[in-house]
């Protein structure tokens, strides 16, 4: 009855937990009721989904009408992402519309060209001409005021778009993107902001010099701000930062061109308040909608109210949910008659001596070696120890060489664990049955234990995936914590799914394998099982997260990049650490934990790969549903 009060304590705990998640994203994103937020699927000409989100304040109808901010998101990312700036512009009096951008999470794969490289600029447009074509019927929105926005990649989209279309966009705001369209173009007919943060890791991998400051002195920007497409661009004053530069368009009228540098990095300008603030600022400026009693220059941009930091922490409550839930039914799952017949007989320890040479040699090399294999500043994507693998991804973005990069680990902790069964483990009572491969009490291979351990996982994963699913439901969101990001995931992601759970399978058995080294058996009582849940995850994802506090430090503290990631685009994987330790964590944890309940790989095994395999594959960028 203790134990049974003990879980139902802990679920109580995690309805709360759950609850109060919902309260904040759903409060919070609605300014309290007063904005009304629609989920729509638009289509394209070619017949693709573009999956949309619309922040519509109450108070803004036909006879009140209000400015509309379409905001992009950055490459790999998800419409969540930019939810910061939606939630402050739409408490602030603006109509919203953020969106995934084609291939991207919600959105198709593209299969036409209807949102391609059309237009003057050059530049795909993802989504924006689908986008444009319904909301400038809405009756509510004031055309004269219509502000397009992206982050990144998305800046360049939108950039894109506003070059293409200067008649209708009145402001067009660069957030960490450096690119301004071709030298060739000569009329930018609307309000232009370029915001570049101090310590931006994409900008500064390819300034001129040790800083940022080269990129608002590139000629695009140049002219632009200066309205002079005919002085020799190295005859051009450089530009100040902060400065409003009046300029008259083609067109007769006048437009203002600023630039700003907050102090952020280039992945976290939407969880950044340096970064949020100056956003703000510059739109609601320019607008003249929103900006707060006090703010009277940029020099007052610090006093700026922001909200959107409680949406973002009912994120982080509503995730800590789904991991609760998880562990609960993992728990509960054991005691019931069906699932109890997975635990195995207790497995002989026949790991190092503990606190040996063997022993410490053996937890540093695992702590060191995957770090050490991720910081080489020579990740592969497109060839694997020299084979050619592009054929194989199926995703965008970084998941190419998170894949290589735990395949090569995967090989050298085969390898570690090869060389420590021939030279301690095989006698010492190292074998099939105590390295956990066994499938039954006896010598026989039974098929219904693997069946039934994938039954397991399915079970546990499931549990957090409706908990996402409801939340998904009434929030009309997923969720993210910095760089990492979860949702449901589209059917025609399914193959796709299939594919990257085999994909992951040598990282998690390899480590697995690896660490019956250190022989940290369960012996059945709680306490050992979360000490040793503890242990393998530090292990882990210790030295990761180092490296990670370390990029993140030498980036926003001195701003500069760590070298081994300074070549080509590899500081993308820098920041990229944080959401793989958090994936990898977790799975890794649901891992140690039912191995040890079972003493077996197999339900541990099939319950990791179903977690790591969601969170990879239902918001990264999409290439190809199928081979």
Same mark, same amino acid.
């Given at each position: 009855?203790?134990?049974?009060?003990?879980?139902?304590?802990?679920?109580?705990?995690?309805?709360?937990?759950?609850?109060?998640?919902?309260?904040?994203?759903?409060?919070?994103?609605?300014?309290?009721?007063?904005?009304?937020?629609?989920?729509?699927?638009?289509?394209?000409?070619?017949?693709?989904?573009?999956?949309?989100?619309?922040?519509?304040?109450?108070?803004?109808?036909?006879?009140?009408?209000?400015?509309?901010?379409?905001?992009?998101?950055?490459?790999?990312?998800?419409?969540?992402?930019?939810?910061?700036?939606?939630?402050?512009?739409?408490?602030?009096?603006?109509?919203?519309?953020?969106?995934?951008?084609?291939?991207?999470?919600?959105?198709?794969?593209?299969?036409?060209?209807?949102?391609?490289?059309?237009?003057?600029?050059?530049?795909?447009?993802?989504?924006?001409?689908?986008?444009?074509?319904?909301?400038?019927?809405?009756?509510?929105?004031?055309?004269?005021?219509?502000?397009?926005?992206?982050?990144?990649?998305?800046?360049?989209?939108?950039?894109?778009?506003?070059?293409?279309?200067?008649?209708?966009?009145?402001?067009?705001?660069?957030?960490?993107?450096?690119?301004?369209?071709?030298?060739?173009?000569?009329?930018?007919?609307?309000?232009?902001?370029?915001?570049?943060?101090?310590?931006?890791?994409?900008?500064?991998?390819?300034?001129?010099?040790?800083?940022?400051?080269?990129?608002?002195?590139?000629?695009?920007?140049?002219?632009?701000?200066?309205?002079?497409?005919?002085?020799?661009?190295?005859?051009?004053?450089?530009?100040?930062?902060?400065?409003?530069?009046?300029?008259?368009?083609?067109?007769?009228?006048?437009?203002?061109?600023?630039?700003?540098?907050?102090?952020?990095?280039?992945?976290?300008?939407?969880?950044?308040?340096?970064?949020?603030?100056?956003?703000?600022?510059?739109?609601?400026?320019?607008?003249?909608?929103?900006?707060?009693?006090?703010?009277?220059?940029?020099?007052?941009?610090?006093?700026?109210?922001?909200?959107?930091?409680?949406?973002?922490?009912?994120?982080?409550?509503?995730?800590?949910?789904?991991?609760?839930?998880?562990?609960?039914?993992?728990?509960?799952?054991?005691?019931?008659?069906?699932?109890?017949?997975?635990?195995?007989?207790?497995?002989?320890?026949?790991?190092?001596?503990?606190?040996?040479?063997?022993?410490?040699?053996?937890?540093?090399?695992?702590?060191?070696?995957?770090?050490?294999?991720?910081?080489?500043?020579?990740?592969?994507?497109?060839?694997?120890?020299?084979?050619?693998?592009?054929?194989?991804?199926?995703?965008?973005?970084?998941?190419?060489?998170?894949?290589?990069?735990?395949?090569?680990?995967?090989?050298?902790?085969?390898?570690?664990?090869?060389?420590?069964?021939?030279?301690?483990?095989?006698?010492?009572?190292?074998?099939?049955?105590?390295?956990?491969?066994?499938?039954?009490?006896?010598?026989?291979?039974?098929?219904?234990?693997?069946?039934?351990?994938?039954?397991?996982?399915?079970?546990?994963?499931?549990?957090?995936?409706?908990?996402?699913?409801?939340?998904?439901?009434?929030?009309?969101?997923?969720?993210?914590?910095?760089?990492?990001?979860?949702?449901?995931?589209?059917?025609?992601?399914?193959?796709?799914?299939?594919?990257?759970?085999?994909?992951?399978?040598?990282?998690?058995?390899?480590?697995?394998?690896?660490?019956?080294?250190?022989?940290?058996?369960?012996?059945?009582?709680?306490?050992?099982?979360?000490?040793?849940?503890?242990?393998?995850?530090?292990?882990? &994802?210790? #030295?990761?997260? /180092?490296?990670?506090?370390?990029? !993140? =430090? %030498?980036?926003?503290?001195? $701003?500069?990049?760590? +070298?081994?990631?300074?070549?080509?685009?590899?500081?993308?994987?820098?920041?990229?650490?944080?959401?793989? &330790?958090? #994936?990898?964590? /977790?799975?890794?944890?649901?891992? !140690? =934990? %039912?191995?040890?309940?079972? $003493?077996?790989?197999? +339900?541990?095994?099939?319950?990791?790969?179903?977690?790591?395999?969601?969170?990879?594959?239902?918001?990264?960028?999409?290439?190809?549903?199928?081979?």
């Amino acid at each position: 009855m203790r134990k049974l009060t003990r879980m139902s304590m802990a679920l109580i705990l995690v309805a709360l937990i759950f609850a109060t998640s919902l309260v904040l994203i759903i409060g919070t994103s609605t300014s309290w009721g007063k904005v009304e937020i629609t989920d729509l699927n638009l289509v394209t000409a070619d017949g693709d989904k573009i999956h949309t989100l619309l922040y519509k304040p109450k108070n803004v109808t036909a006879e009140n009408k209000a400015p509309l901010a379409i905001i992009a998101h950055g490459g790999s990312d998800m419409l969540e992402q930019t939810s910061s700036y939606a939630i402050e512009l739409s408490r602030r009096g603006y109509v919203v519309v953020t969106y995934d951008y084609a291939a991207q999470a919600g959105s198709d794969v593209p299969t036409g060209d209807s949102e391609g490289n059309s237009g003057i600029s050059g530049y795909g447009k993802r989504g924006l001409n689908t986008i444009w074509n319904t909301v400038k019927f809405f009756n509510y929105v004031d055309t004269d005021r219509i502000v397009t926005m992206g982050h990144s990649g998305g800046g360049m989209h939108t950039v894109g778009f506003a070059i293409d279309n200067q008649e209708d966009i009145f402001l067009q705001v660069n957030i960490g993107m450096n690119m301004y369209g071709p030298n060739s173009i000569t009329e930018h007919n609307f309000n232009f902001v370029n915001i570049l943060g101090d310590s931006d890791e994409s900008a500064l991998a390819r300034a001129v010099g040790d800083t940022n400051w080269s990129h608002f002195q590139v000629e695009q920007l140049k002219r632009m701000f200066y309205n002079d497409y005919e002085t020799p661009a190295e005859e051009l004053p450089e530009l100040e930062l902060n400065k409003v530069y009046t300029v008259t368009g083609t067109d007769g009228n006048t437009y203002r061109r600023t630039a700003y540098m907050p102090d952020s990095c280039h992945a976290y300008y939407l969880v950044d308040q340096d970064a949020v603030k100056t956003v703000i600022y510059a739109v609601t400026s320019h607008v003249g909608l929103g900006l707060d009693a006090g703010i009277n220059s940029y020099d007052d941009y610090k006093s700026i109210s922001t909200v959107w930091q409680w949406h973002d922490i009912g994120y982080f409550l509503e995730f800590a949910s789904i991991v609760a839930i998880m562990a609960i039914v993992a728990v509960a799952l054991m005691k019931t008659k069906v699932f109890a017949s997975l635990e195995l007989q207790p497995l002989k320890n026949v790991g190092y001596k503990k606190y040996s040479w063997r022993w410490f040699l053996a937890l540093g090399l695992l702590v060191i070696l995957p770090p050490a294999l991720y910081a080489t500043g020579k990740l592969p994507q497109e060839t694997f120890l020299g084979i050619p693998v592009k054929s194989l991804w199926l995703l965008e973005g970084n998941v190419s060489a998170w894949i290589c990069w735990q395949w090569l680990l995967s090989i050298v902790l085969f390898a570690f664990f090869i060389f420590y069964h021939f030279t301690y483990g095989k006698k010492n009572g190292g074998d099939f049955r105590n390295y956990g491969f066994a499938s039954s009490d006896t010598k026989k291979f039974c098929f219904g234990y693997i069946l039934k351990s994938l039954l397991y996982g399915l079970t546990v994963v499931g549990s957090g995936y409706l908990l996402m699913a409801f939340a998904s439901h009434y929030t009309q969101q997923g969720l993210h914590i910095a760089t990492f990001m979860l949702r449901t995931i589209d059917a025609n992601r399914t193959f796709i799914f299939l594919v990257y759970f085999l994909f992951l399978t040598p990282y998690f058995l390899s480590s697995t394998l690896a660490a019956r080294a250190l022989g940290l058996i369960g012996d059945g009582t709680a306490k050992t099982t979360a000490k040793n849940v503890a242990i393998f995850t530090a292990i882990a &994802v210790g #030295g990761l997260l /180092v490296l990670w506090v370390v990029f !993140v =430090y %030498v980036l926003n503290v001195h $701003n500069v990049i760590l +070298p081994m990631f300074k070549v080509n685009r590899l500081y993308i994987l820098g920041i990229g650490i944080l959401p793989m &330790v958090i #994936g990898i964590g /977790v799975g890794n944890a649901l891992n !140690v =934990y %039912v191995s040890q309940k079972t $003493n077996s790989v197999w +339900p541990g095994l099939f319950t990791a790969l179903l977690f790591g395999t969601w969170a990879m594959t239902a918001t990264t960028a999409v290439s190809s549903y199928f081979y």
